[in-house]
């Protein structure tokens, strides 16, 4: 079975500083797809940016980036600049290609000082 | 229209009630979601409609009863309910049916359940 690990259940950064939320994940399979989802208060979760895991290049969304490392299965979410309006849980998740639905982590919670 | 539509955002029902739960999406999308989330975890699976068929039941108690009308409906009937059964209740939706889930899903913004 697939496992997501975030070992970070807080976290907190001052605004306009870099923060970094970690990700790890158990998988055999060898086809599969990483996401950040964000979820602020108001409820709706956002996903932040997305990883194919077939691709050694990290992606990059803005002031949103990852380290994917698929050899150590680590999934860390960078974020630049870091604003006010980033203070959310966000949730890193992985899919696959023969299980129909994500597994999701345990959730970061981060909070933005001004 | 990229949006998950989820009605309604909040609702209060005794443990007599029957209530339900609608999500709509006009993406084409092919499979359909109900998560359940308590406050500070992460979204738990309920179930899964692939191409408007249950795919996947989480061994989910019979006082939830989902239901997928049309390919962009999904509604989840509530009879019975438990106080613990109190949580955010969110719809997602994904492009692709079958076992693929390759672009991660879009979320409509939930609905605040509270059974007293």
């Known amino acids: 079975a697939q496992t997501v690990t975030q070992s970070q259940p807080e976290m907190s950064v001052q605004e306009a500083e870099t923060v970094t939320l970690s990700c790890t994940y158990d998988?055999?399979?060898?086809?599969?797809?990483l996401f950040w989802y964000k979820q602020p208060p108001s409820r709706q979760m956002i996903l932040v940016i997305r990883?194919?895991?077939?691709?050694?290049q990290n992606a990059t969304e803005n002031r949103f980036s990852v380290n994917f490392q698929k050899a150590a299965k680590s999934f860390s979410l960078k974020i630049s600049d870091s604003q006010l309006g980033d203070a959310a849980m966000y949730f890193c998740?992985?899919?696959?290609?023969?299980?129909?639905?994500?597994?999701f982590g345990q959730g970061t919670i981060l909070t933005v000082h001004p | 229209d990229t949006e998950v539509t989820q009605t309604p955002k909040h609702l209060v029902m005794g443990m007599t009630n029957k209530k339900s739960l609608k999500c709509e999406q006009h993406?084409?999308?092919?499979?359909m979601y109900w998560y359940k989330q308590k406050a500070k975890k992460p979204p738990e699976l309920m179930f899964v409609?692939?191409?408007?068929?249950?795919?996947i039941n989480e061994s989910v108690p019979s006082r939830f009863s989902p239901e997928c009308p049309n390919s962009s409906l999904l509604n989840l009937h509530l009879h019975a309910l438990q106080p613990e059964d109190s949580a955010l209740y969110l719809c997602?939706?994904?492009?692709?049916?079958?076992?693929?889930?390759?672009?991660?899903?879009?979320f409509g913004s939930g609905t605040r359940l509270t059974v007293v």
């Open positions: 998740a992985w899919g696959g290609t023969s299980y129909g639905k994500l597994t």
């Open positions: 998988t055999s399979e060898s086809d599969y797809y």
């Open positions: 990883q194919e895991a077939y691709k050694q």
């Open positions: 993406m084409g999308h092919r499979a």
């Open positions: 409609y692939s191409y408007e068929k249950l795919s």
């Open positions: 997602a939706s994904s492009q692709e049916g079958g076992q693929k889930v390759t672009y991660g899903y879009t």
